[in-house]
């Protein structure tokens, strides 16, 4: 591998280079399984791709000894649904790029905005897509009060596409954090300044 080459470079999390990224139990959860359960189901099964996969981030000498990510508790509430992606009305240019983990840029575009609340507060995260991705397919980074310390420094990542109704949810308990984590040789995207909630979201993956 030539310096500056990154395996697998981390692209937009939509683009399913994540093993075992994305299905976020939506079978299970088709077949009446409790919400909760389904989530449980899918870390497992997330933490056998990333102990089996060929393409796993964690770095082949420690996948025997891997034993799985560390998470939030499954909280139920901190699935929010039915949001409608809001035109984006912020300061900010439409089009930017991102900046990665590694330097370089990526060109985006900012989709639109989500507004809900947490804990009693109001909050709003802005979705982004990135250039040679479908419109409909929407990264969320953000940061929260526990980036850091219990969450990674750069932030945690949400994928989203629309339900059948055109709306969205924020579902926080699949909130992942970037490959960057387990090998600093990803280039992964930076959370804007705007996407930092002063709340605590204690769901999703941890340190």
Do not use: W
């Not at 750069?154 to 926080?172: H, I, K, Q, V």
Request: proline content about 11%; aromatic content about 10%.
């Amino acid at each position: 591998m030539s310096e500056g080459e990154h395996p697998g470079e981390h692209q937009h999390p939509g683009e399913h280079e994540h093993p075992g990224e994305h299905e976020h139990g939506r079978e299970q959860h088709h077949e009446h399984v409790p919400y909760p359960d389904a989530v449980r189901a899918y870390r497992s099964q997330k933490d056998d791709a990333f102990r089996l996969d060929p393409n796993s981030p964690i770095p082949p000498a420690d996948r025997e000894s891997f034993e799985g990510l560390p998470y939030f508790e499954v909280d139920p509430a901190l699935r929010i649904e039915g949001l409608p992606l809001e035109p984006y009305r912020g300061d900010e240019p439409t089009s930017f790029q991102i900046p990665t983990t590694d330097g370089n840029l990526r060109p985006a575009e900012r989709a639109g905005t989500f507004r809900f609340d947490v804990q009693g507060r109001s909050c709003h995260l802005t979705a982004y897509v990135f250039a040679g991705t479908h419109s409909h397919e929407l990264f969320v980074p953000f940061q929260d009060a526990t980036t850091g310390t219990e969450t990674y420094g750069t932030g945690r990542y949400l994928d989203l596409e629309p339900e059948a109704d055109g709306s969205y949810s924020l579902d926080f308990n699949l909130a992942y954090h970037p490959y960057c984590v387990y090998d600093a040789r990803y280039s992964c995207p930076l959370t804007p300044p705007e996407n930092r909630l002063a709340v605590r979201i204690e769901a999703g993956e941890r340190l």
